[in-house]
């Protein structure tokens, strides 16, 4: 099969002939149809993430494909069943978080893609168990990059605790912040967007936002504490000078939910105001089997729309360079289809 294989940190990732791996006990062997690319990706891939894999690996964690072969002991998924991979690739069933829902906190974890080959390739081996079906009505270049990129904003939105008539600034019209904004609205609030760029703004109004700043030209804090202050803001912007505006354009009482993960990792949250006023910090992270069949649900029924750009695996460095430079609107996503 063919796979893109990073060789080396900072070195473009090479298109590699490898062998099929044969599905464990409790794994399934998937084709896979697609595979999105993340900004996590990115990071990785030039040996950016506090988790160094040892090349020579295949990144991607975020695909769709069909199971081709189930190994022993594998009840819930057959062979020609469409399903979909994330960041989760396992997780232990047994401890605290798992048994209360939480299987993203699980300290037993495993991430696709981290010690293991990952999705960028034209198959893989994943546990059949973290495997999540597809809608029939869903395409597999919308399933994979929503695996994700869905499944992060659908927690940051559900954990923004968006509400009906909660006015919720999005920061950061990029993969992650397209979705945040429709299921912000799906919440039933109403979306400010900010970004720096006017066509991601474009975007960000034609999928339902009512306002939106250009925060390059105008103030977001003072555009919103005009409106009395956002009762939610979402921070998919990798920027940590972004998450402090969007801070600062909280009402009482308001919550700031951080996505993007930016290089300079250290933002400034002044404790005065924050015990004041009541404001919380909350953080929302990759998504549980369950986010993801619930995007896959909201996608299906039409509620909600990816934008994303279709690439071929041989041009994996275009698309790397194209994301890493924030000029994507939108997924990135791989057909691996031939
Ligand atoms: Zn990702
Ligand atoms: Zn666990």
Redesign the pocket.
């Known amino acids: 099969m063919k796979a893109a294989v990073v060789k080396a940190f900072d070195q473009p990732l090479v298109i590699e002939e490898r062998p099929v791996r044969e599905p464990g006990p409790g794994q399934v062997l998937i084709r896979l149809e697609a595979s999105?690319l993340?900004?996590?990706?990115v990071r990785l891939v030039r040996g950016d993430w506090p988790v160094r894999p040892d090349p020579p690996y295949v990144p991607g964690?975020?695909g769709a494909g069909v199971v081709i072969r189930t190994g022993a002991d594998v009840t819930d998924r057959r062979a020609g069943e469409r399903v979909a991979v994330?960041?989760l690739g396992w997780a232990c069933g047994a401890c605290r978080y798992c048994l209360t829902g939480q299987e993203t906190l699980c300290p037993r974890q495993r991430n696709t893609s981290l010690g293991t080959d990952g999705l960028h390739a034209e198959y893989a081996v994943a546990e059949a168990a973290f495997c999540v079906p597809v809608p029939a009505d869903l395409d597999p270049l919308d399933a994979a990059p929503l695996a994700?990129?869905g499944v992060?904003a659908h927690r940051a939105v559900r954990t923004a605790g968006v509400r009906t008539g909660d006015l919720v600034a999005v920061v950061g019209i990029g993969g992650d912040g397209h979705l945040a904004v429709q299921y912000a609205e799906v919440a039933g609030g109403t979306i400010i967007a900010v970004d720096v760029d006017d066509d991601k703004l474009e975007v960000a109004r034609d999928l339902g936002a009512a306002h939106t700043v250009n925060a390059r030209r105008s103030d977001p804090v003072r555009y919103l504490r005009e409106l009395g202050g956002a009762h939610a803001a979402i921070v998919a912007a990798p920027d940590a000078r972004a998450a402090e505006q969007a801070y600062e354009s909280l009402r009482p009482g308001g919550r700031l939910t951080l996505v993007a993960l930016p290089h300079d990792d250290t933002m400034t949250v002044p404790i005065l105001r924050t015990a004041l006023r009541g404001i919380s910090v909350r953080g929302a992270g990759?998504g549980s089997r369950a986010d993801v069949a619930d995007v896959f649900a909201l996608h299906a029924a039409g509620r909600a729309t990816l934008i994303r750009h279709r690439y071929r695996l041989p041009d994996v460095n275009d698309a790397i360079g194209e994301l890493g430079a924030g000029r994507a609107i939108g997924r990135v996503v791989f057909d691996l289809r031939s």
């Open positions: 999105g993340c900004g996590t990706d964690h975020e994330g960041w994700c990129a992060t990759a």
